[in-house]
């Protein structure tokens, strides 16, 4: 584990604050399942194994704790939260209804050339990565390509808040990959939301956008199933059922 996150850190920017960067190492790796939900983390050993003060640390486990990663328990320690079906489809529905608005207005106003050259450059790199497997590769160039629509029509601010609510809804999305949802899959998704921009068809852009958004609701009660040990006890069939009409 220690050498994942030191392989981490390396790879953040050494111009950041140490508190913003040992931040953005431990979300990773929580997500990515590196620190595994229910896992206690220890303050002393994290600053020992970054060669940092604990204060930095105390204050990105502030920061986890308020992003619903982390529970810090007073006298007891701090521990990675289990995965909340809940908080999971809470954040899908506010990053569905951002991604909507966002390809309806690329749809509408239409794209530059340049930008949507570099749309299909994602695309042909993420049918790169089926035949190695390489799903983390696919991870990050699936958050490219949804970065780069937002900022395509200059909504940065959107972005922005989708990173904000989906932490728990990323920890299932890289969970599911490859069983739940093969890379294929999504690839094609990715591909309809593309050609809908470049037909200039609304309405089409945003059912793409749609059916891409809810293919969680798939993958969600398969992989309760398959790893009960990472997520809370909850019942949230009725959810499930609602976000899908």
Same mark, same amino acid.
């Given at each position: 584990?220690?050498?994942?996150?030191?392989?981490?850190?390396?790879?953040?920017? #050494?111009?950041?604050?140490?508190?913003?960067?040992?931040?953005?190492?431990?979300?990773?790796?929580?997500?990515?399942?590196?620190?595994?939900?229910?896992?206690?983390?220890?303050?002393?050993?994290?600053?020992?194994?970054? /060669?940092?003060?604990?204060?930095?640390? !105390?204050?990105?486990?502030?920061?986890?704790?308020?992003?619903?990663? &982390?529970?810090?328990?007073?006298?007891? @320690?701090?521990? &990675? *939260?289990?995965?909340?079906?809940?908080?999971?489809?809470?954040? =899908?529905?506010? =990053?569905?209804?951002?991604? *909507?608005?966002?390809? =309806?207005?690329?749809?509408?106003? @239409?794209?530059?050339?340049?930008?949507?050259?570099?749309?299909?450059?994602?695309?042909?790199?993420? =049918?790169?990565?089926?035949?190695?497997?390489?799903?983390? !590769?696919?991870?990050?160039?699936?958050?490219?390509?949804? !970065?780069?629509?937002?900022?395509?029509? @200059?909504?940065?601010?959107?972005?922005?808040?989708?990173?904000?609510?989906?932490?728990?809804? #990323?920890?299932?999305?890289?969970?599911?990959?490859?069983?739940?949802?093969?890379?294929?899959?999504?690839?094609?998704?990715?591909?309809?939301?593309?050609? /809908?921009?470049?037909?200039?068809?609304?309405? @089409? /852009?945003?059912? /793409?956008?749609?059916?891409?958004?809810?293919?969680?609701?798939?993958?969600?009660?398969?992989?309760?199933?398959?790893?009960?040990?990472?997520?809370?006890?909850?019942? &949230?069939?009725?959810?499930?059922?609602?976000?899908?009409?």
């Amino acid at each position: 584990m220690n050498t994942t996150l030191k392989t981490l850190w390396r790879e953040t920017n #050494d111009a950041e604050s140490v508190r913003q960067r040992l931040y953005q190492v431990l979300r990773q790796s929580i997500i990515h399942m590196v620190l595994a939900p229910g896992q206690a983390l220890s303050e002393k050993e994290i600053a020992e194994t970054f /060669a940092v003060s604990r204060q930095p640390v !105390r204050e990105a486990f502030i920061r986890l704790s308020e992003a619903g990663l &982390v529970e810090v328990r007073p006298q007891r @320690g701090t521990y &990675v *939260v289990k995965i909340s079906q809940r908080a999971v489809l809470e954040a =899908r529905f506010v =990053r569905e209804a951002i991604e *909507v608005a966002v390809v =309806r207005s690329a749809a509408a106003k @239409g794209l530059k050339a340049l930008e949507l050259a570099e749309l299909h450059e994602l695309l042909d790199r993420q =049918r790169r990565c089926i035949d190695p497997h390489d799903f983390d !590769r696919f991870y990050r160039l699936d958050e490219d390509f949804h !970065r780069t629509l937002a900022l395509a029509i @200059g909504q940065q601010a959107a972005w922005k808040v989708t990173q904000e609510v989906k932490a728990q809804f #990323d920890r299932v999305r890289y969970l599911s990959v490859p069983d739940s949802t093969p890379i294929p899959r999504l690839i094609d998704q990715h591909a309809a939301i593309v050609a /809908a921009i470049e037909a200039r068809d609304v309405e @089409g /852009a945003e059912q /793409a956008m749609r059916l891409h958004q809810r293919e969680i609701l798939q993958s969600l009660p398969d992989l309760v199933r398959r790893f009960p040990e990472m997520f809370e006890a909850q019942q &949230v069939d009725s959810l499930i059922m609602e976000a899908s009409q």
